[in-house]
C-alpha cells in the first residue's frame, strides 16, 4: 500500500490532482476540533474533484494499471484529532459522510492511536469491494498478457536555494549547514557546508538523468550541522512525495517549494528549506 498525502491548499491544487489519477481509494480527512475544517467537505471537496475521470487526463494502455480506474473510487471521510476538544459531533459528520456519497466515516487520533486501523482496515474493505471483476478477469485468464510499464527518462534540474531558521547545534549559537538530497536507490547529492549560519544560501544546482521508478520514489531532505571532530548532527528533515509527474509526456514540469523541517530525535520544528525543480522529460 502507497499513501500519498496532498496538500489543500489551492497553490498546490494542480500537483495534488495528478496524485488523484490511479487512486484506489481516497482518504478525505478533516479536523474534529475545528468548524471551518469540516465545513469544506461540503464547500470545497463537494464537487466531485477528487474523482478521477473529471481531471479530463489521457487515459493509459490497456494493459496499464491505471486502466481500470474509474469515477467509482471509493472515498472514506475521517475525523482527525478525536482525543480534542471536538467541535463536530459524530453523528453529523455521519450525515456529511453520506451527502457526499462516501463509503465509510471514521475517527481517529495520531496522539493515542485511536482507530487509526480502522481508517485502513476500512479503505482496504473498500478498495476490495470496488475492483474484484477487473482483477479476476486478468488473473483467470490462460495466458495473461504482461503488464508493460514504459520508462520515460528525462533530466531532473534540482536546485536546492537556502535554508532559514535553522536550529542552532553548537555552543556559539550557531550551526554549520549542509545539505543532503537523497532520491532513494542509492542516489544522494550534497551541496557545500556553510559555516556559522542560521540562515544559509547555497543555491546549489543539480542535473539529473532519471527514470520512471525515480520519479515514484520520495525524495528526501536531510540538514545536517558538519562538526569536525566526530558525526555531523541533524538538524531537521522532510520529504517530497513526487506526483506522477512522468504520465505528463513531453511537457515540463516546474516546482517551488518551503519544505518545513523537523528534528529527527525531538520532533520539534528545526526550519525550513527552501528548493525547486523542473523536470524535463527526453524526446
Not at 471551518?36 to 481531471?55: A, H
Not at 482527525?80 to 453520506?98: F, I, M, P, Q
Request: proline share 4%.
Amino acid at each position: 500500500m502507497y499513501l500519498w498525502d496532498t496538500k489543500g491548499a489551492e497553490d498546490y491544487e494542480r500537483l495534488t490532482k495528478l496524485a488523484y489519477f490511479g487512486a484506489d481509494c481516497f482518504l478525505l480527512c478533516f479536523d474534529l476540533t475545528d468548524r471551518n475544517s469540516f465545513d469544506r467537505i461540503l464547500s470545497k471537496w463537494n464537487d466531485g474533484t477528487w474523482k478521477v475521470k473529471s481531471m479530463q487526463l489521457p487515459r493509459p494502455t490497456p494493459y496499464h494499471p491505471l486502466h481500470y480506474v474509474e469515477d467509482g473510487t471509493p472515498l472514506i471521510l475521517v475525523g482527525l484529532k478525536s482525543d480534542g476538544n471536538r467541535v463536530v459531533n459524530s453523528d453529523e459528520a455521519a450525515v456529511t459522510a453520506k451527502t457526499i456519497g462516501a463509503n465509510k466515516y471514521v475517527e481517529c487520533s495520531s496522539l493515542t492511536q485511536s482507530g487509526l486501523r480502522s481508517v485502513f482496515d476500512e479503505a482496504l474493505r473498500a478498495m476490495k469491494i470496488h475492483k474484484p471483476k477487473e482483477w479476476k478477469k486478468c488473473a483467470s485468464a490462460k495466458k495473461p498478457a504482461p503488464v508493460q510499464y514504459e520508462k520515460p527518462q528525462g533530466t531532473l534540474k534540482m536546485t536546492i536555494i537556502e535554508a532559514q531558521d535553522l536550529l542552532a547545534m553548537d555552543i556559539g549559537g550557531k550551526s554549520d549547514p549542509f545539505v543532503v538530497f537523497d532520491m532513494g536507490g542509492g542516489k544522494e547529492f550534497k551541496t557545500e557546508i556553510i559555516k556559522k549560519n542560521l540562515n544559509p544560501k547555497w543555491d546549489a544546482k543539480f542535473e539529473i538523468v532519471v527514470s520512471h521508478s525515480v520519479l515514484q520514489r520520495a525524495w528526501t531532505f536531510h540538514v545536517y550541522d558538519w562538526d569536525r571532530i566526530g558525526k555531523n548532527d541533524k538538524i531537521g528533515v522532510n520529504k517530497i512525495d513526487i506526483p506522477l509527474v512522468w504520465t505528463l509526456r513531453g511537457r515540463e514540469n516546474e516546482f517551488d517549494t518551503w519544505l518545513d523541517l523537523y528534528n529527527d530525535e525531538e520532533g520539534r520544528k528545526a526550519g525550513k528549506l527552501h528548493v525547486s525543480f523542473r523536470y524535463v522529460e527526453n524526446s
